[in-house]
């Protein structure tokens, strides 16, 4: 499984905001996104982000998590 969170982290400059969402192409899938939750959650307690947004479908899965980089 890929380390979305990580490589959307590592793009970002300290202070920007992104979106994490699943990609398709690359393999994702709204059932394997659901670990990137835990993911997220770990870098936040770490203080490398905070979480702004977790949007979830009807069934409550999450299909995307906004960040904002601190460190």
Do not use: C
């Not at 059932?31 to 069934?59: C, P």
């Amino acid at each position: 499984m890929r380390d979305i969170a990580n490589e959307v982290y590592e793009k970002m400059r300290v202070g920007s905001s992104a979106w994490i969402r699943p990609v398709a192409a690359k393999g994702d899938t709204v059932d394997s996104f659901q670990a990137v939750h835990e993911q997220v959650k770990q870098m936040a307690e770490e203080g490398l982000i905070t979480i702004s947004t977790i949007k979830r479908q009807e069934d409550g899965l999450i299909d995307a998590i906004r960040i904002q980089r601190l460190a």
